[in-house]
Nanobody, 126 residues
Framework: QVQVVESGGGTVQVGGSLRLSCTASGYRYTSGSMAWFRQAPGKEREGVAS?????????PSARGRFTVTQQNPENGVYVLSLEMSSLKPDDTAVYYC??????????????????WGQGTQVTVSS
């Protein structure tokens, strides 16, 4: 059974920094691809950053401010981190971690991922 768990959300002031972490386990024979998405109230879930088939990708809004890193898997546990800096009020959202590729699409398509964490709230206050 695949488990995906996020941690590290919270409230931060404009311009501040925050680090999110995600662990995924319970699956094998995978490229190890993982991704961060976010969803703000009334908006669709959008891709933020990903380590996808060994290549790092960022959304235009994340590039230059966020850094995604992935640790080498250990004992079948995959870890993906997201270091966020220069945070803006528009970054306020629930951030989700995705793992295990599924349907068609690219890293920033929610339908492309099978397993999701429960989400962690990030609030940027002005």
């Amino acid at each position: 059974q695949v488990q995906v768990v996020e941690s590290g959300g919270g409230t931060v002031q404009v311009g501040g920094s925050l680090r999110l972490s995600c662990t995924a386990s319970g699956y094998r024979y995978t490229s190890g691809s993982m991704a961060w998405f976010r969803q703000a109230p009334g908006k669709e879930r959008e891709g933020v950053a990903s380590v996808y088939t060994g290549i790092t990708y960022y959304s235009p809004s994340a590039r230059g401010r966020f850094t995604v890193t992935q640790q080498n898997p250990e004992n079948g546990v995959y870890v993906l981190s997201l270091e966020m800096s220069s945070l803006k009020p528009d970054d306020t959202a629930v951030y989700y971690c995705a793992a295990v590729l599924g349907g068609a699409g690219f890293w920033n398509s929610a339908n492309h991922w099978r397993s999701w964490g429960q989400g962690t709230q990030v609030t940027v206050s002005s």
